[in-house]
């Protein structure tokens, strides 16, 4: 019995996790939940998976089910209820599916736990890649990706990654607006960018995707989860969804996953690793497949993924920094509070008044995301920011 603390259970990814559970009750226990304030969905979650610990960070969110929750289970409210359940014991894998930065910490405390971690949060390598992946080998603790494309990546190389490669290859949908062109861009709504043609996720990863924001994000990630340079790694666009990353090798073979898209089989391999159970997804009719077709990344179209490859180069607090901005620019559109076009101008501006500094520890990414998340929303309360 594979017993998982479950941090994010209500979001899309959480969710996901626990349908996986539900699927092989035999094999997975839910010992630990922590989510932010869906408090009907919350309470559901934990009447039906009975874990020991549950906690909800919100605490108005909490005070309207406390009364209602079951005998034996511990439950929690406030701030500090993820580094809880990143640090509870009675688990074998602390599976971090909460969204953002906020992320990160949690991530620390269960390799200082020396649990294994399966990373749903993609930000959190991204603004921490060099401690997360440093400490992670000090204390022996495996990093297993849930993202689809590095999942398949991590499937590619045989669940090895010390296995040599001369390049990773990381599709792209294209997302809401890939067959938009760059004028038609300029007054698309967020309705418009949440209806991703492939993929059902959370708002934030879907206006990710819509910017191809989430793709440089994910070259960022693979950096540090296959220790290898910018230049072994390309994005590609592929609007069917059914390659989810290559890997190619030495001698100029490439391997490559296949599935519908989906996120059961990531989510899945993530418990399961090194094994494989069976799941939902239908097998793969390579007959129906009439065309696999892989474009070209149209950089003024998708400007976030140039601006996050170049806070990859610069290195240092960079990346973090362009993290920072993008989780509150994506917010403000969700918000309708700025266009879709300004995400980018408005995370170049903060990027230009950044210090690069050396990342040693993590209160400096912490000083970074709070003096980033400032700028961002000076900027978006000006009227007019032109010349910021």
């Not at 014991?89 to 602390?94: E, H, K, S, Y």
């Not at 009439?290 to 976030?304: L, Q, T």
């Not at 240092?316 to 266009?339: D, H, R, S, W, Y």
Request: proline content about 3%; hydrophobic content about 45%.
């Amino acid at each position: 019995m594979i017993k998982i603390s479950l941090l994010g259970s209500t979001g899309s990814i959480g969710v996901q996790v626990l349908n996986v559970v539900r699927r092989h009750s035999d094999k997975f226990k839910v010992t630990a939940i922590a989510a932010g304030k869906n408090s009907r969905i919350f309470l559901s979650q934990i009447k039906e998976f009975m874990p020991t610990y549950a906690g909800l960070s919100d605490t108005k969110s909490a005070e309207e089910i406390e009364n209602e929750i079951p005998d034996g289970v511990i439950f929690e409210k406030g701030d500090n209820v993820l580094n809880t359940a990143s640090l509870f014991d009675d688990a074998d894998i602390i599976f971090v599916a909460v969204s953002g930065f906020v992320g990160i910490n949690a991530v620390i405390n269960a390799i200082n736990n020396k649990k294994r971690v399966a990373i749903a949060t993609k930000e959190v390598l991204v603004a921490g890649g060099s401690l997360v992946t440093k400490l992670a080998k000090e204390k022996n603790v495996d990093l297993i990706p849930v993202d689809s494309e590095h999942s398949a990546i991590f499937q590619a190389l045989d669940f090895d990654y010390n296995k040599p490669f001369k390049k990773l290859i990381i599709t792209a949908s294209g997302g809401s607006f890939r067959n938009y062109s760059y004028e038609m861009l300029k007054n698309v709504t967020v309705k418009d960018a949440l209806k991703h043609p492939n993929w059902n996720m959370g708002k934030k990863i879907t206006i990710d995707s819509a910017t191809l924001m989430n793709k440089g994000l994910e070259v960022i990630e693979a950096m540090w989860l296959y220790n290898c340079s910018l230049e072994k790694i390309e994005a590609v666009i592929h609007p069917e969804s059914v390659i989810h990353s290559m890997v190619e090798f030495e001698d100029s073979s490439v391997i490559a996953q296949i599935s519908y898209p989906t996120m059961e089989i990531p989510i899945q391999l993530a418990l399961t690793y090194p094994n494989r159970l069976n799941t939902s997804v239908p097998s793969f009719n390579f007959s129906l497949q009439k065309s696999m077709n892989f474009y070209e990344i149209d950089i003024k179209k998708y400007p976030c993924y140039k601006i996050a490859l170049e806070s990859a180069r610069i290195g240092g607090n960079m990346p973090c920094a362009m993290n920072a901005v993008n989780e509150v620019a994506v917010e403000m559109f969700l918000q309708e509070k700025i266009k879709f076009l300004d995400i980018p101008v408005i995370i170049e501006k903060v990027l230009d008044k950044i210090k690069l500094t050396e990342v040693k520890n993590l209160q400096d990414l912490i000083e970074t995301d709070l003096n980033a998340r400032r700028l961002a929303k000076e900027i978006v309360s000006m009227e007019n920011y032109a010349n910021y």
